[in-house]
């Protein structure tokens, strides 16, 4: 999904929600706008990064820090060339702030609208969305770090 017609000039973060069988892939400029998010296979990772780095001035790889991440860091170096700084970030919770996220974004309609908050399930994977708060959590960081 692209948010924007137009592709940024400003370096952008990619973000990646890493894991067995479906990965995460956003790509957020520094000034928070989104202009891509999507749930790949985790075969299909490496090859989508890669096109995304064709399309998109990325500058950094943002990663959660749990379960697959080591490997999957070792493979991004190996098969990209060591071609981005690679940064963990930790990633605890962001599968339950990810299903809120995926709601203010795409608003709960018909009978969903009626189910209590906690009820809703969102119809997709949304690990695209974790890649979202990961780069939104790395920025926070940046943006703390300089405010101290």
């Not at 956003?26 to 399309?55: F, S, W």
């Not at 749990?66 to 060339?81: F, H, I, M, P, Y």
């Not at 949304?126 to 979202?132: K, L, S, T």
């Amino acid at each position: 999904m692209t948010s924007r017609e137009f592709l940024p000039t400003q370096p952008v973060i990619l973000g990646f929600d890493p894991g067995r069988d479906k990965c995460g892939v956003a790509v957020m400029g520094l000034d928070r706008q989104l202009h891509y998010h999507e749930v790949v296979l985790a075969a299909g990772a490496i090859a989508t990064i890669e096109a995304l780095r064709q399309k998109f001035p990325i500058s950094l790889v943002v990663m959660g820090n749990q379960t697959t991440a080591k490997q999957w860091k070792q493979q991004l170096n190996q098969e990209l060339g060591n071609a981005f700084n690679i940064i963990l970030v930790d990633e605890r919770y962001t599968t339950l702030e990810a299903r809120d996220r995926y709601w203010q974004m795409y608003p709960p309609k018909g009978i969903t609208k009626l189910l209590p908050k906690g009820m809703r399930q969102p119809p997709r994977p949304i690990d695209d969305i974790v890649a979202i708060l990961l780069i939104e959590r790395y920025l926070n960081r940046l943006t703390e770090s300089v405010e101290t």
